[in-house]
């Protein structure tokens, strides 16, 4: 069992940053591909980024070159630097793991979800 928590959101204008935390409970975090996803007002949660147990990332074509993810093992956290951000950021922001090999993106693959944290980009 794996339980994650997320912390880092807020409000902050286009063109700003924030950096969100996903610290994750249990002895091997680092077999587990971690996700990032967001959830705006009445769409469905998109796949934001991956990063294996290996560090191998991922990303949608939408926050390439703006976000980045990265891990600590040693502290079981993975974090999400999001740079340029812009309104259409706009969402609730879940951290997720899963023993993942392929389709790094689909949310169907990961077992285990954080509650979200709200980041809200002002234009």
């Known amino acids: 069992q794996v339980q994650l928590v997320e912390s880092g959101g807020g409000l902050v204008q286009a063109g700003g940053s924030l950096r969100l935390s996903c610290a994750a409970s249990g002895r091997t975090f680092s077999r587990y591909t971690m996700g990032w996803f967001r959830q705006a007002p009445g769409k469905e949660r998109d796949f934001v980024a991956a990063?294996?147990?290996?560090?191998?990332?991922y990303y949608a074509d939408s926050v390439k070159g703006r976000f980045t993810i990265s891990r600590d093992n040693a502290k079981n956290t993975v974090y999400l630097q999001m740079n340029s951000l812009e309104p259409e950021d706009t969402a609730v922001y879940y951290c997720a793991a899963g023993l993942i090999y392929i389709n790094y993106g689909s949310l169907r693959k990961y077992d285990y979800w954080g509650q979200g944290t709200q980041v809200t980009v002002s234009s």
């Open positions: 990063i294996t147990g290996g560090g191998n990332t």
